[in-house]
Structures are given as structure tokens and as C-alpha cells.
């Protein structure tokens, strides 16, 4: 169950080049992206409505697309404009288009009502946006074997970085001890970890680093629900100085980061991430160091969530029991079961 009436993540602005396409499925529904004349952003069901061949083997037109199979013509809204040998289009031959917005270096999908979303507009991301004080390089992964809320319940409990992160971005188990605070608003969570790390900055982050020595660190991240997005300010500092309480030292480290989910299926996900520096003079090293570790470490976690949903698919019923770093997720889940709920209701009204 996904829910519909939020907007996705459907790719970073750079992965569509202008006259380029890009097909993706996104909530069991094939979609192809495109770019028109003036860089717009256009979303169609990568179907042909006259005999189903995918409109991403089809070729741009100026603003439109042409099926190449039998050659439909069909404009950026998803209007059929052209049947070749045929004056007058028979009727249902217009392809459902999606609403797309392109912000903050992302482009935005959504797949529910179309009425709906012009109520409000995809969440703002400083870190992604913000070319004069945040630099990075974005990521993705794709799961093609694991549902979102399996890689949701790994976000939302970094209990593990310890473990599956041991030689990447926590080192020792300093980060797996700490136990999360964690605040509840109306459609996420709010968590915070703070901790003293004997081991100091983890080896993934190493090369960035102006210290030596045991480190002060820090998580401090929101997990919206909607739209599956995990918004964090994260860093290292010299241990001892304060940094837990906001005295933060000119050499420690700092990110900003955004994660985001895009269900492909149920048990696919796409994965969109980015982990941002502000050291200005070393900008390019930096993002090419950050991207890597990053890269590396999620797919540690990738490695293990598939392996989990492998055995969930053979025993969905698997027990769970709890322990205490089990909170934040339970919530996370919680929230998103009322949401679905909520939504699922409307639409049985409607
Ligand atoms: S299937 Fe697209 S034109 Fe026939
Ligand atoms: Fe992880």
C-alpha cells in the first residue's frame, strides 16, 4: 500500500537532460519523463493508449512524443494531436499525464488526484538548493528487492550504524549505544542523537576531517512521512568542547542531507540520497569523497534489507520483537498507517 496524495521524489533535475527521457516506474505505474523545447518537465503513463507499446521506445518531437509503434502523436499534457492517415482522432486516445513540479534540484511527482496537488507544493530543501553554502553530489541506489517501509524502518533506527556501518560511517558501536530522542508531529518524527565517540570521525568521513582524536557527534533529523524523506543536519566535532550543546568549532565537520523513497512496487524502491559539506575550498574533493562513502555505506544497508526482505517474502508473517531503538520506527509506522487510512477512506467516499 503506498500513500497516492503526496509527492515523490521522481529524479534529480540532472538525470533529465534537456531532450532527454527517462522511464521509471513509480507506484506500480510506468512513467516516462520528459524535458520540452522550453525545459519544462512533462510526466505520461509510459503506455500507448492504442496498443500499450511504452512511449520511452517512442521518439521527443519538439514538445511532444510519438509512439513509435504505429505512430501516435501526443503533446505534453498527454493529448493524443496526431493519428497518421486519420483527419478526425477517435476518442480515448489521450494518455493520463502526471503532475510535475521541479524545485530545489529535484524533480517531483505526483501520482494521486490530480485536483489535489495544487493544493500544496513538495516540501522546501535548503540543503539541496543552496549552491553557495551546501555542496554535494546526488545519489541514487536502486532496491530491487525491498520494500520502502523495510528501508523506512532502517532509517528511522540508526541503531545499526554500528553494525552494518562499522568500517564506513560509525566505526565503533559508540553510535549504536546512544539512545535517540524522538518527538512526534503530525505527519513525521523528529530524532535526535548526540554522542561522545572515542573512536572519532568514522572512516568514511576521515579524508574531511581537521581533527584528530575522539569526537563529539551529532544526528539531528526529520522523517517525513509523506513523500518518505529524511531532512538531517549531521557532524563531527572535537570531542570536549561543547559541540552537543551548540558551541560548535570552526574545524568540526557539518552535513545537510536529504534521503528520499519512491515506492517502484512493493517490494522495489527507488532511493534518492545526498550528504552535503560546506568546506567551500575543497568543494569538488569533498563531494566526491562524501558521494563514495555514502554510496558505500547505503549499500551495506541495501545488502541487508534485501537479504531481510528475501526472507520476509518466503515467511511474510516472520515475528518481530521489539526492543527499545524499535521506537522510532513503530511511530513512523503508526503515522503512516493512519495516513493510509485516511486516505483510503476519502477515496471510498469519493
Ligand atoms: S501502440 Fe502506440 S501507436 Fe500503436
Ligand atoms: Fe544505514
Given at each position: 500500500?503506498?500513500?497516492?496524495?503526496?509527492?515523490?521524489?521522481?529524479?534529480?533535475?540532472?538525470?533529465?537532460?534537456?531532450?532527454?527521457m527517462?522511464?521509471?516506474?513509480?507506484?506500480?505505474?510506468?512513467?516516462?519523463?520528459?524535458?520540452?523545447?522550453?525545459?519544462?518537465?512533462?510526466?505520461?503513463?509510459?503506455?500507448?493508449?492504442?496498443?500499450?507499446?511504452?512511449?520511452?521506445?517512442?521518439?521527443?518531437?519538439?514538445?511532444?512524443?510519438?509512439?513509435?509503434?504505429?505512430?501516435?502523436?501526443?503533446?505534453?499534457?498527454?493529448?493524443?494531436?496526431?493519428?497518421?492517415?486519420?483527419?478526425?482522432?477517435?476518442?480515448?486516445?489521450?494518455?493520463?499525464?502526471?503532475?510535475?513540479?521541479?524545485?530545489?534540484?529535484?524533480?517531483?511527482?505526483?501520482?494521486?488526484?490530480?485536483?489535489?496537488?495544487?493544493?500544496?507544493?513538495?516540501?522546501?530543501?535548503?540543503?539541496?538548493?543552496?549552491?553557495?553554502?551546501?555542496?554535494?553530489?546526488?545519489?541514487?541506489?536502486?532496491?530491487?528487492?525491498?520494500?520502502?517501509?523495510?528501508?523506512?524502518?532502517?532509517?528511522?533506527?540508526?541503531?545499526?550504524?554500528?553494525?552494518?556501518?562499522?568500517?564506513?560511517?560509525?566505526?565503533?558501536?559508540?553510535?549504536?549505544?546512544?539512545?535517540?530522542?524522538?518527538?512526534?508531529?503530525?505527519?513525521?518524527?523528529?530524532i535526535?542523537?548526540k554522542?561522545?565517540?572515542?573512536?572519532?570521525?568514522?572512516?568514511?568521513?576521515?579524508?574531511?576531517?581537521?581533527?584528530?582524536?575522539?569526537?563529539?557527534?551529532?544526528?539531528?533529523?526529520?522523517?517525513?512521512?509523506?513523500?518518505?524523506?529524511?531532512?538531517?543536519?549531521?557532524?563531527?566535532?572535537?570531542?570536549?568542547?561543547?559541540a552537543?550543546?551548540?558551541?560548535?568549532?570552526?574545524?568540526?565537520?557539518?552535513?545537510?542531507?536529504?534521503?528520499?523513497?519512491?515506492?517502484?512496487?512493493?517490494?522495489?524502491?527507488?532511493?534518492?540520497?545526498?550528504?552535503?559539506?560546506?568546506?567551500?575550498?575543497?568543494?569538488?574533493?569533498?563531494?566526491?569523497?562524501?558521494?563514495?562513502?555514502?554510496?558505500?555505506a547505503?549499500?551495506e544497508?541495501?545488502?541487508?534489507?534485501?537479504?531481510?526482505q528475501?526472507?520476509?517474502?518466503?515467511?511474510?508473517?516472520?515475528p518481530?520483537?521489539?526492543?527499545?531503538?524499535?521506537?522510532?520506527?513503530?511511530?513512523?509506522?503508526?503515522?503512516?498507517k493512519?495516513?493510509?487510512?485516511?486516505?483510503?477512506?476519502?477515496?471510498a467516499?469519493?
Open positions: 500500500m503506498f500513500l497516492r496524495n503526496v509527492w515523490y521524489v521522481a529524479a534529480w533535475a540532472q538525470d533529465l537532460p534537456s531532450e532527454g527517462l522511464a521509471r516506474k513509480f507506484l506500480n505505474e510506468r512513467v516516462i519523463l520528459y524535458r520540452d523545447t522550453k525545459g519544462a518537465v512533462h510526466a505520461l503513463r509510459d503506455q500507448c493508449p492504442h496498443r500499450a507499446a511504452p512511449l520511452s521506445v517512442g521518439r521527443r518531437e519538439g514538445d511532444s512524443i510519438r509512439c513509435m509503434y504505429h505512430g501516435l502523436l501526443f503533446d505534453g499534457a498527454g493529448k493524443c494531436i496526431e493519428v497518421p492517415g486519420v483527419e478526425r482522432i477517435p476518442p480515448n486516445l489521450d494518455v493520463q499525464a502526471f503532475p510535475v513540479r521541479e524545485q530545489d534540484n529535484i524533480i517531483w511527482i505526483w501520482m494521486g488526484d490530480p485536483a489535489l496537488s495544487l493544493k500544496e507544493g513538495p516540501v522546501r530543501l535548503e540543503a539541496t538548493s543552496s549552491p553557495d553554502k551546501w555542496f554535494y553530489e546526488p545519489g541514487y541506489l536502486h532496491y530491487n528487492q525491498a520494500s520502502y517501509q523495510l528501508i523506512m524502518d532502517n532509517l528511522l533506527d540508526f541503531s545499526h550504524l554500528g553494525f552494518v556501518h562499522e568500517n564506513t560511517i560509525s566505526g565503533g558501536t559508540a553510535s549504536s549505544e546512544v539512545r535517540a530522542q524522538i518527538e512526534r508531529f503530525e505527519t513525521g518524527v523528529k535526535s542523537r554522542y561522545y565517540d572515542p573512536l572519532g570521525v568514522p572512516p568514511a568521513f576521515k579524508p574531511l576531517a581537521k581533527f584528530t582524536g575522539p569526537a563529539d557527534r551529532w544526528q539531528i533529523y526529520d522523517w517525513r512521512v509523506p513523500g518518505n524523506l529524511l531532512i538531517m543536519e549531521s557532524g563531527n566535532a572535537r570531542a570536549g568542547v561543547g552537543l550543546e551548540g558551541n560548535i568549532p570552526e574545524d568540526a565537520i557539518r552535513f545537510s542531507s536529504v534521503q528520499a523513497l519512491t515506492p517502484e512496487t512493493e517490494t522495489s524502491t527507488h532511493y534518492f540520497f545526498m550528504q552535503a559539506h560546506d568546506d567551500a575550498e575543497r568543494k569538488e574533493e569533498f563531494n566526491d569523497i562524501l558521494v563514495r562513502g555514502v554510496k558505500t547505503f549499500l544497508d541495501r545488502a541487508m534489507i534485501e537479504a531481510q528475501r526472507v520476509l517474502i518466503e515467511e511474510p508473517d516472520a518481530m520483537n521489539a526492543i527499545p531503538a524499535d521506537a522510532a520506527l513503530n511511530q513512523g509506522r503508526w503515522i503512516l493512519r495516513l493510509l487510512e485516511a486516505e483510503n477512506k476519502v477515496s467516499v469519493a
